[in-house]
Each structure stands twice: as C-alpha cells, then as structure tokens.
C-alpha cells in the first residue's frame, strides 16, 4: 500500500514538472463565441500574417483583410482591400487610402483585437492563409455558424474538435 501511494506520488509529481516546465505555443484558434467550442486551431508566431478573405454578401465581390499577430497574442489589422463602398465598409479611418489595380486598399490601421468574428458561410467562398503560404481549411468550420478567431499561447494543443460541422 505504501509503496502504491508513493508510485502514485511520483507519477503526479512528474506530470506538473511536464506540465509546468512544457513550453507554451501560440495559437490561431477558430472557436464558436457561444461554446468556446474549438473547431480549427493552427500554430502560429507573433508577427506571423492573417489574411482573410471572403466574397462580400451583397456586393458579391472580394474583401480581404489582414491581420498581423502581435507579442501580447491579439491581432492588428494592418490591411483591408475592397472593390466597392457599401455594407460593413470602414467610413472613417486613420489609415492611409490608395486604389490598386480595381481594390480600394487601406493601409497603416494598427487598430488591435482580441477576437475577430463573423457568421460563417460556405457559400462566401471564406479563406484564411498564414505568411501567405499555409492556407486553411475554412470547409471544415461549420456552415452558418458565429466563428471567433483569436490567438491563444498553451502548452498543449487544444483539442480538435468537428462538432457540428
């Protein structure tokens, strides 16, 4: 008996050093707002490039905007493109405003967020890459659902979960 709450005692005592002393990673998570429930999660590091894109719902054309992850895990707007003023269009701004190639683009936003939300739509045709290069798979989030991005240092992965979709 001893010697079973001893071993017992080790084994709880080695699983708080793993714990405590695993370094934390910071995260890209796709959550529902309601739940918490985590959808998607992807590693990510601080000055790391959100961009999301999606097809505007009454305008029916290209919005993109882009985030980039900052040392206290919250994420900067520094960009967002559009090809016409309407529903949802920033109508004052700091920032710096150019029209390239057919988009209006405004630039130098700095405007900081914990979370970055919408309704999610299969239908918007949405996309989220990171640095430009690893895209994610916004099929797997659940159709006509509240999404909440936010970025999240754990130690441990959190747990990938398709409920609902």
Request: hydrophobic share 35%; proline share 5%; no cysteine.
């Amino acid at each position: 008996m001893k010697n079973k709450v001893l071993l017992a005692i080790v084994i709880i005592g080695a699983l708080f050093v793993i714990w405590y002393f695993f370094p934390k990673q910071t995260y890209l998570i796709f959550a529902s707002p309601r739940s918490d429930e985590v959808y998607l999660h992807e590693q990510v590091e601080t000055g790391d490039e959100i961009e999301i894109a999606w097809t505007h719902s009454v305008e029916h054309t290209p919005w993109i905007e882009r985030f980039r992850v900052d040392e206290k895990g919250r994420l900067t707007l520094i960009e967002t493109r559009f090809q016409s003023y309407g529903a949802g269009t920033p109508e004052n701004t700091n920032g710096t405003l150019t029209v390239e190639n057919g988009f209006i683009v405004i630039t130098d936003l700095n405007e900081t967020y914990e979370t970055y939300n919408w309704i999610h739509s299969h239908d918007a045709d949405y996309t989220v890459t990171i640095d430009h290069h690893k895209e994610i798979e916004t099929t797997a989030l659940p159709d006509q659902t509240p999404i909440e991005i936010k970025v999240k240092r754990l130690r441990f992965p959190p747990i990938f979960s398709t409920k609902g979709a």
